[in-house]
Every structure is written in C-alpha cells, then in structure tokens.
C-alpha cells in the first residue's frame, strides 16, 4: 500500500458554490502573468464575480494588460486565514479575455464601486475618472483549473498541551477572585 500526500485541498476542499462565494467577497487577487522576456510579473489586483466568472479591472499601462492579452497562461492566487485553523484560498490556473460587452462593462463598473467605494467615498470619483483617461478595461478569467481549500470547515486537531512555565507564571483566578477568599 502506497503512501499519499494529502493536500489542503483535498483534507478540505472548497468548492462549487461555496468557492464562488469565497471568491466574491474576496477584496484581492494576485495575479502572476508572464512577461515577453519570460520573467514574472506579480501584483494584487481587485477583482469582482458576476454569475460564477471573475473579472479583474486592468488600466491600459498595466504590464498585466499586455500580458493578458498575450494570451499566456497565468496563475491567480486568493487567500485569507493566518493560522491554521483559519487557512483558506483559491488557486487559479487560466488564461483571460477582454470584455467587449458595453452592458456587461457598465454592470462590472457598478460591481467594483458597490464593493471597493461608498456613496461619497473620497476617493471613487478619481478612481472612475482616471479608468475613463487610463483606457480601464475588464478582464475575465478564464480558469483551466481552480483548487479550492478551506480549513475552516474541519475541526481542530486535538492535540496534548504540555508546556513548562516560568515560576511568575501563577493562575490569577485563584489567587486574585473574591471566591478564594
């Protein structure tokens, strides 16, 4: 009998509906595109789901804008969680396509301000404005393959405590509560 190495994503997989969810209320993706050169170029990009697809916002200048329309492959990364109890994520192997779609843009637009803004948000007005001059554009990302994990649908590993303490160390409800008295 062989030996399996056991995956976070298949001790706690995240999928389907569940992993939309994840992805949509996810404020950041990183996104690694390759450059002409074949170096990498990495970087935190927003990102918004509509009806199961993710889109990404790119500004005409942006490195990851060429590289996107290169049509090379690229790896995305979502993640939350800083113990691991609490680790989840969502890796995404893929490529893109540009949106061509007037409605399909304006609806994202609206998407990204709902999520990213506020009514009288000090900073929305610049942000749409400099997209309008930058030449903003959607992008969706066209996954290949989504491995999705998240630890918080398992239960803690019961583990045995042993610890030595200092001597200052000393249990303060016994010595400190009125009902030691």
């Not at 090379?72 to 540009?98: H, N, P, Y």
């Not at 030449?135 to 290949?144: A, K, M, T």
Request: proline share 4%; net charge negative; no cysteine.
């Amino acid at each position: 009998m062989g030996f399996v190495n056991v995956t976070a994503s298949m001790a706690a997989p995240l999928r389907g509906k569940k992993r939309w969810a994840y992805l949509s209320r996810a404020k950041t993706v990183r996104v690694a595109t390759t450059n002409d050169d074949g170096s990498i170029y990495l970087s935190p990009l927003w990102l918004v789901v509509h009806e199961e697809r993710a889109f990404i916002p790119v500004d005409a200048a942006s490195k990851h804008k060429a590289n996107f329309e290169s049509g090379r492959q690229l790896a995305a990364l979502v993640d939350t969680g800083d113990e691991f109890a609490t680790v989840a994520g969502v890796r995404i192997l893929g490529t893109t396509k540009v949106v061509e779609d007037e409605e399909l843009f304006e609806h994202l637009q609206k998407m990204v301000f709902e999520k990213y803004f506020h009514e009288g948000h000090p900073y929305a007005d610049a942000y749409f404005e400099f997209g309008e001059t930058a030449g903003r554009q959607y992008f969706e990302l066209v996954p290949d393959k989504m491995i999705g994990w998240d630890q918080r649908e398992t239960s803690t590993a019961q583990a045995v405590e042993s610890r030595l303490l200092p001597d200052v160390a000393v249990d303060r409800r016994l010595e400190d509560s009125p009902a030691s008295s």
